[in-house]
């Protein structure tokens, strides 16, 4: 037997309880039981039971040091005691009205104040809604139809959202370019088919995996503006995770519309859309009908998750809990690194703020600042040859009490610890080890 089938052999036997969710989840979910595609994972991703701050159980009762944190949506850890108790009070006194409430309001509120940018609001059930809704409203406002993306960015799994050349998605209507060029962005719009330009927060794939220059989001309001074309920041993922105003607090900038989602709700499903008054006048009943955009959603603004939005907003105010998750995040990859180095493996942390991702492969540039990725090239960063070795690593960290990102990128919360930073370090110094035994950090 190979070494790498011992690993999966052990995974097997070591998560027996696992194995019987995963064995009945087959006969429904088709891609392997799984039902997101990161949680694809050969055997299989353990069978969680629950959850509190950064830590993690599974049906076998191993204890994990969580940075999924609900795919980024956790960024004061799981179950933090304000959501927890909003959302059990608003329970009692009804989840859903299907009517106006006045959670909704004071949540829309608590918006504005973290991002001023919000002269009006629009609440959705995710993240990808609120970006189709923003390419909607752009449409109205322009009267023109095309999209311009840029590759590694990530919006949702829908049409004119997704990845290029997915199957079965129309895509017609979308050009997708590389960032970090703003003359090449300004010849396409100047062809004068653009109505909006849509950019991920952060950088391209969770905040960054695949780094954009700060100058070119700087760029970006006004190439548009000249073109008349909208603008459009998705901060579903950086919204009020990295700072307390979001990505556009970092960099400087006032998009024409910002999408939101994950952080934005505590963790309960949700999504919004913030900007001009003027653009999201098309929601208005009193639109001429030649603008007029419908907006239902059975999940807009549901009260439940609006109590839950409204404790975590209260606590995203003041800067403290995204400060807190970046100072560990900072740790995490300073302290990796340097066992990185002192050991000669061919693995880097990097990113900004509350992100450390994961890099494996030559290091060509070697930087004092654990922020900066171990390479320039973006096909190297998101090289989706090495997913088997990221999935891989990803297995390892599991062994090890660790769950990560596809192995990909480790998010932080406010909950994470020293300790958990400490014993995370060990994990993927001995997780790296164990696959260079295995040779799979041959490259
Ligand atoms: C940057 C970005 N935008 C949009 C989305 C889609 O959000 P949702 O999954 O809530 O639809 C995601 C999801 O991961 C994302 O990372």
Partial sequence: MSNSDQLLEAYRQSHPN????????????PADGATHFTRVRAPFRPYITHARGSRKWDVDGYEYIDYVLGHGALILGHAHPAVV????????????????????????????RLMPAAERIEFFASGQE????????????????????????????????????????????????????????????ATGQFAAVLIEGGGGRIAGRVPTPVEFFQALPAI?????????????????????????SIVGIEPDITTIGKAVSGGLPSGALLGRA??????????????????????????????????ACELYLDGAPQQAACTMAGRLRHQANDRFRRAGAPARLYGTHTVAHIYIGPIERESAD???????????????????????????LLQRGVSSLRGEGLMLSSAHTEEDIDRTVAALADALQEMERERMLSL
């Avoid at 696992?18 to 979910?29: C, G, I, L, Q, T």
């Avoid at 960063?381 to 070795?389: E, G, I, Q, S, Y």
Wanted: aromatic share 8%.
């Fill in 130 to 189: 609120a970006n189709l809704m923003a390419i909607r409203l752009s449409r109205v406002a322009t009267g023109k139809r095309r999209i311009l993306k840029f590759r590694h960015n990530y919006h949702g799994w829908a049409d004119e959202l997704c990845a290029e050349g997915t199957p079965g998605a129309n895509e017609d209507q979308v050009t997708v370019i590389d960032v970090g060029d703003p003359e090449q962005v300004d010849r396409h719009l």
């Fill in 18 to 29: 696992s194995a019987r969710w995963h064995e009945r989840a087959k006969a429904f979910f």
């Fill in 370 to 396: 654990d922020s900066a990725p171990p390479t320039t090239d973006p096909a190297k960063l998101a090289n989706p040859r090495m997913t088997p070795v990221y999935k891989r690593l990803d297995l390892h």
């Fill in 85 to 112: 108790e909003a959302v059990q009070q608003q329970a009692a006194k009804g989840f859903h009205f299907g009517d106006n409430h006045p959670l909704e309001v004071q949540w829309a509120e608590l918006i504005r």
């Fill in 224 to 248: 548009t503006r000249k073109h008349g074309v909208i603008f459009i920041l998705d901060e579903v993922v950086t919204g009020f995770r990295e700072a307390a105003g979001g990505w556009q």
């Fill in 278 to 311: 003027d653009l999201l006048a098309s929601l208005s009943p009193t639109s001429p009908p030649a603008r007029l955009v419908m907006h239902g959603g059975t999940w807009n603004a549901v009260p439940l998750t609006a109590a839950a939005g409204i404790a």
